[in-house]
């Protein structure tokens, strides 16, 4: 069964930092997509980052530059720093993981669909 669970939201100002981390039970991140999407409220499920089991990453255009994300297989981590975030930021933040062999070939994270696996979701507010 796999279980993802992210934490290290709440609030930041407009400008500020903040990191989120998810852990990732009963999943082997070696050879997997794993990404950070957000929801805004009235709006569709975003995906923000993706980093892929060669080294590589993507990023959505709208955080480019001002967001990082990493991983760590051994211990079956991912990480989202978020630097200078905006007002439009805010939102629920969620970590996702499958096998997907094309993590990065569209130079954009990959669809939601694309993965089944989901954490509960951690919300962000930027004021």
């Known amino acids: 069964h796999v279980q993802l669970v992210e934490s290290g939201g709440g609030s930041v100002e407009s400008g500020g930092s903040l990191t989120l981390s998810c852990v990732a039970s009963g999943y082997s991140g070696s050879g997997s997509c794993m990404g950070w999407f957000r929801q805004a409220p009235g709006k569709e499920r975003e995906g923000i980052a993706a980093s892929c089991s060669d080294g590589t990453s993507t990023y959505a255009g709208s955080v480019k530059g001002r967001f990082t994300i990493s991983r760590d297989n051994g211990k079956n981590t991912l990480s989202l720093r978020m630097n200078s975030p905006k007002s439009e930021d805010t939102a629920i933040y969620y970590c996702?993981?499958?096998?997907?062999?094309?993590?990065?070939?569209?130079?954009?994270?990959?669809?939601?669909?694309?993965?089944?696996?989901w954490g509960q979701g951690t919300q962000v507010t930027v004021s």
């Open positions: 996702a993981a499958d096998y997907i062999s094309d993590c990065a070939g569209a130079n954009s994270p990959p669809p939601s669909p694309l993965f089944d696996n």
